[in-house]
């Protein structure tokens, strides 16, 4: 790790990461070899590239003449034709403007994909299904790319519906050598930008596989390639692929490859810059060997019940799931931030990248998922709770999946993680658990314990004080080896209940994590072993107090309210109230919370950057019509109409910085 830092300028990337000339300065006056630019801003950069290799100081990446012709998206297609690489259909050629880039769209035959041709990482690029969405989606494109990019040159093409997005990863050296790695799958994405990646691809067999790593190689030496990079294609369920783009630079994702590989490809761009050919096992067979399977989740500052919107602010709690590698069983975080450190509207709104590996696909996702419930993130949302439905998703489990997974199996959008009856008994049992543990050291300290000493008779509440209320009745076993649970509603019409044997129960109050050990089965011994020994993962000599042969289940406490808990389970957040019969007995009496009525105005759904006003005071406005053009995290949104309905005020202006839910304008009653 890095040991110093310094200042490139203010927070917005134009005025910092973007400044060529004082990044470079800085190298000199460390005396630095070589500059790694990352994953973007400079990393794509020829000019950039050029100028720190004319100081004399290796660009650890491609050299200018691949990085400006792959680099732009309408050259690299004509490119990848002439080495023999399947192309999709579209336009050869720069689109100049928003009518004849629905001329183009017409001829073409829709849908079609709309994108930057220096654009990545999902920005400026957009689908159209009509007329109106290609004339709308090029010119938000051309603004986001040269936001992003600098350059908002555009091109159209097919957009091949029901795909699976596919990458291979290439490393080439100064001397005509090409290794390619096996594929990854990267089709879990919304707004374009993957969210979920695994390698290799549940879809590629070995035929499909070396035919797209060999179509990667010729491309490579057409265009005299070095160090590290990913050919991007597009794959049918019928394995007909296309290629899409390739991105001169690493990529984020590129751990789930070096898992299944066993290489680091971030040491042989480096020795690759250094001048060193590639090793002598690429150099005899350059389609690259795999074992096992890995999977990657990208954690976002984002709020994926209020459609992925961006979300800023302190990390106040920040806690990563124990980092492990034992025979063949890995979990890996790569990260930047820390605990009181700030996500900011500058840049993305990535946290970090959570991988595992394990022998086989089902354990890697297992793992995942465990290592999952372990992440503790709070001060401003993000999308644990969504990354854990994806992997107890059953389409995603099964592998049978495409770039239309998000669309298909959240129509409504997500709308949290739903618990099915034996996972809520298991969420109710954990909070009376909770309950009992603080009641007792309550007694231990000198405080007068609550009437029913034993608390064998409680109400639990799921989902506030207006949620689904159960009795619950404890009962220790006489040898004192369990707590056995037993639920049942309250509320008429209401299903559920059962009962539950907890076994163990690891919580000290005011943790934000417990561990509960319930009488059943596990469902994977890997994850299992995960959540009962965290860091010592493997090790023998973790204390396991006699309840070794149970699942063992993470829980996270959020909070602690008045009447009980908000915990997370499993991804799902619920709050969960405690309370004795006669409590709540009388819990009818407490009045509902007051609801605001936010109807009649259009408020901010992210902090962020008003770039236009659509419409005045007294304007006639109809469901769906654009209203403003909000830019966070370098990605445009547009706000539009819900209703029809009459303008009565406008309060801020273009330009403005706007925070979340701050009121941009009013309608009339």
Not at 517 to 527: G, N, P, V, Y
Not at 629 to 640: C, D, F, G, T, Y
Not at 661 to 667: H, K, V
Request: aromatic share 8%; net charge negative.
């Amino acid at each position: 790790m890095a040991d110093e830092a310094y200042c490139v300028g203010g927070p917005r990337s134009a005025d910092s990461y973007l400044q060529m000339e004082r990044i470079l300065d800085i190298a000199k006056k460390t005396g630095a070899q070589g500059i790694h630019p990352g994953y973007g801003f400079l990393s794509e950069n020829a000019k950039f590239a050029d100028m720190v290799e004319s100081n004399g100081i290796a660009f650890i990446g491609p050299s200018s003449k691949p990085m400006n012709l792959m680099g732009d998206k309408i050259n690299s297609k004509k490119i990848a034709s002439d080495a023999k690489c399947y192309i999709i259909p579209g336009y050869e050629g720069e689109v100049p403007d928003a009518e004849t880039c629905v001329k183009l769209a017409n001829d073409i035959g829709y849908p079609v994909m709309v994108k930057a041709s220096a654009g990545g990482g999902g920005k400026g690029m957009r689908v159209a299904y009509n007329e109106s969405e290609a004339h709308e989606a090029f010119q938000i494109c051309k603004n986001e790319a040269m936001s992003s990019f600098g350059d908002d040159r555009m091109l159209i093409e097919r957009f091949i519906e029901d795909p699976h997005h596919i990458e291979i990863q290439v490393v080439a050296d100064s001397y005509g050598n090409v290794a390619a790695f096996p594929e990854r799958e990267c089709s879990v994405q919304r707004r374009n930008q993957k969210v979920v990646e695994e390698a290799p691809s549940c879809l590629i067999d070995p035929e499909t596989r070396q035919k797209m790593q060999d179509q990667a190689i010729q491309l490579c030496k057409a265009v005299g390639y070095r160090s590290a990079g990913t050919i991007e294609m597009l794959c049918d369920n019928n394995k007909n692929f296309y290629f899409l783009e390739m991105n001169t630079r690493l990529q984020v994702e590129h751990p789930i490859t070096e898992l299944i590989s066993g290489e680091d490809l971030v040491e042989l761009m480096i020795r690759v810059a250094a001048g060193e050919k590639l090793p002598q096992k690429f150099l005899d067979c350059p389609y690259v060997p795999f074992s096992g399977w890995a999977v990657e989740s990208r954690v976002y500052a984002e709020n994926p019940l209020r459609n992925f919107l961006p979300s800023i602010g302190p990390l106040n709690t920040y806690k990563q799931p124990p980092a492990i590698s034992h025979e063949g069983n890995v979990v890996r975080v790569d990260t930047g931030v820390f605990e009181g450190g700030v996500i900011s509207m500058y840049y993305d709104p990535m946290i970090a990248k959570l991988a595992t590996r394990a022998n086989d696909r089902a354990t890697a996702v297992s793992l995942m998922e465990a290592s999952l419930a372990h992440y503790v993130v709070e001060g401003l949302d993000n999308n644990l709770c969504f990354l854990y439905d994806i992997m107890r998703n059953e389409k995603f489990r099964s592998g049978h999946y495409s770039t239309k997974f998000i669309e298909e199996e959240y129509p409504e959008g997500f709308q949290g993680v739903h618990l099915n009856a034996a996972e809520t008994n298991e969420l109710i049992a954990s909070a009376v658990s909770m309950h009992q543990a603080t009641n007792e050291l309550r007694q231990r300290n000198g405080e007068m314990p609550e009437e029913g000493d034993n608390y064998q008779h409680l109400v639990a509440v799921v989902g506030g004080p207006q949620g689904v209320a159960y009795n619950v009745v404890t009962q220790y076993a006489p040898d004192g080896s369990g707590l056995d649970v037993q639920i049942h509603p309250i509320s008429e019409g209401s299903t559920g209940g059962g009962s539950v044997c907890i076994v163990g129960f690891d919580y000290t109050p005011g943790a934000h994590m417990a561990r509960a050990f319930f009488d059943k089965d596990c469902d994977d011994a890997t994850s299992n072993e995960y959540n009962l020994k965290g860091a010592d993962f493997g090790s023998p000599d973790v204390e396991q107090d006699g309840s070794e042969n149970a699942a063992v289940e993470i829980v996270q406490v959020v909070a602690t309210t008045v009447e009980g808990y908000r915990l997370r389970y499993k991804g799902s957040e619920q709050e969960v109230l405690v309370r004795t019969p006669r409590e709540h007995e009388l819990s009818v009496h407490m009045h509902a919370p007051e609801k605001k009525d936010y109807s009649n105005m259009l408020r901010c759904p992210m902090p962020g950057t008003l770039i236009s006003i659509a419409v005045e005071p007294g304007q006639h406005v109809v469901e769906g019509q654009e209203l403003a053009v909000v830019e966070a995290m370098k990605m445009q949104n547009i706000l539009r109409a819900p209703k029809n309905a009459v303008v009565k005020a406008v309060h801020c202006t273009a330009g403005s910085n706007l925070k979340n839910d701050q009121m941009i304008l009013e309608y009339e009653e």
